[in-house]
């Protein structure tokens, strides 16, 4: 494991770890917590597959007393060398989110997680329900979203955003490194805010920052690996999820649905759902006030 120091003004010291898993190397960052070394249960932050730790910025921007481990999950951000995309699936990238922590020496945590991240969270909870303490899934991609990439052609009419980005990204994924160049080419043009305005409930409000930076996080070829993990999950471990689970969306989210929430509330017997207003698929960037409350009432719960 190699570390390294970084500053961030947004959010104070960052110690970068390069730490080895089962999918390949993971770069993570760690910010101490202003409580006592040691103290606490650490927040650990998982971004979706079309983002990277990056995303959770907005969420930042004030102190915590909890140790904050922010990672860039193997095929994304700055993991992407070496990354075994052959190999992903739910159960193999949950069990390299364990890793880094265990070997960071975290034994307890509480989860953040965003879109792809919500439901990698919400599987950790289930698969290793002592050492969760919490569950934040925003905007997780869960049972609508694993329908779709199963029958992507039924699920048309009900997630026309994921199945036509699914298709996008299996065929600039074909193209190899050419299919990333084009991808980098076009996330750096005005063009990329009209391909990014679904996600958004006020388009026009973001800042010209965050729509680079989605044509930066985007990888095609991890982003199909994602998709193909999840089509054919298992649902049902997630019975035996015990901690406080708060799930939201945005009323204006394409990708996470009411009824994904209902399903959710109905199998796990902790859950909260919250539907956020004025708000797309990115409420970590479109309403973090209004998240960082909730994460702060849940995490008060779960003490």
Same mark, same amino acid.
């Given at each position: 494991?190699?570390?390294?120091?970084?500053?961030?003004?947004?959010?104070?010291?960052?110690?970068?770890?390069?730490?080895?898993?089962?999918?390949?190397?993971?770069?993570?960052?760690?910010?101490?917590?202003?409580?006592?070394?040691?103290?606490?249960?650490?927040?650990?932050?998982?971004?979706?597959?079309?983002?990277?730790?990056?995303?959770?910025?907005?969420?930042?921007?004030?102190?915590?007393?909890?140790?904050?481990?922010?990672?860039?999950?193997?095929?994304?951000?700055?993991?992407?060398?070496?990354?075994?995309?052959?190999?992903?699936?739910?159960?193999?990238?949950?069990?390299?989110?364990?890793?880094?922590?265990?070997?960071?020496?975290?034994?307890?945590?509480?989860?953040?997680?965003?879109?792809?991240?919500?439901? #990698?969270?919400?599987?950790? @909870? !289930?698969?290793? %329900?002592?050492?969760? =303490?919490? /569950?934040? &899934?925003?905007? $997780? +991609?869960?049972?609508?979203?694993?329908?779709?990439?199963?029958?992507?052609?039924?699920?048309?009419?009900?997630?026309?955003?994921?199945?036509?980005?699914?298709? #996008?990204?299996?065929?600039? @994924? !074909?193209?190899? %490194?050419?299919?990333? =160049?084009? /991808?980098? &080419?076009?996330? $750096? +043009?005005?063009?990329?805010?009209?391909?990014?305005?679904?996600?958004?409930?006020?388009?026009?409000?973001?800042?010209?920052?965050?729509?680079?930076?989605?044509?930066?996080?985007?990888?095609? @070829?991890?982003?199909?690996?994602?998709?193909? =993990?999840?089509?054919?999950?298992?649902?049902?471990?997630?019975?035996?999820?015990?901690?406080?689970?708060?799930?939201?969306?945005?009323?204006?989210?394409?990708?996470?649905?009411l009824s994904d929430l209902d399903r959710l509330a109905a199998m796990v017997p902790n859950a909260q759902t919250v539907t956020i207003p004025r708000c797309g698929h990115f409420a970590n960037v479109e309403q973090p006030e209004h998240v960082r409350l909730l994460l702060e009432d849940l995490w008060t719960d779960a003490q």
């Open positions: 494991m190699s570390v390294r120091q970084e500053s961030a003004t947004w959010a104070g010291t960052l110690r970068r770890h390069t730490i080895p898993t089962g999918l390949g190397p993971c770069t993570v960052r760690v910010q101490q917590g202003t409580g006592s070394p040691g103290s606490g249960t650490v927040e650990v932050y998982l971004h979706g597959a079309a983002g990277s730790w990056t995303t959770f910025q907005p969420l930042l921007s004030e102190a915590s007393p909890r140790d904050r481990v922010l990672i860039d999950l193997p095929g994304w951000g700055e993991s992407t060398k070496g990354a075994r995309l052959e190999h992903f699936r739910i159960e193999a990238m949950a069990r390299a989110v364990t890793e880094v922590l265990t070997l960071l020496g975290y034994p307890r945590w509480n989860l953040v997680g965003h879109s792809m991240g919500g439901f #990698l969270a919400l599987h950790i @909870a !289930a698969a290793w %329900p002592e050492r969760t =303490a919490s /569950v934040a &899934a925003i905007s $997780a +991609t869960t049972f609508g979203v694993s329908e779709a990439a199963h029958k992507p052609l039924r699920s048309l009419s009900r997630f026309p955003a994921f199945v036509g980005m699914r298709l #996008l990204m299996r065929s600039l @994924a !074909a193209l190899g %490194p050419a299919g990333l =160049a084009l /991808v980098r &080419a076009v996330g $750096a +043009t005005p063009v990329m805010g009209p391909l990014t305005s679904p996600l958004f409930a006020d388009p026009a409000g973001m800042s010209a920052g965050v729509i680079r930076g989605l044509g930066r996080d985007a990888r095609p @070829a991890s982003f199909s690996a994602a998709a193909r =993990a999840v089509a054919n999950y298992d649902f049902d471990q997630w019975r035996g999820i015990r901690c406080p689970v708060l799930a939201t969306r945005g009323d204006a989210d394409v990708f996470t649905s």
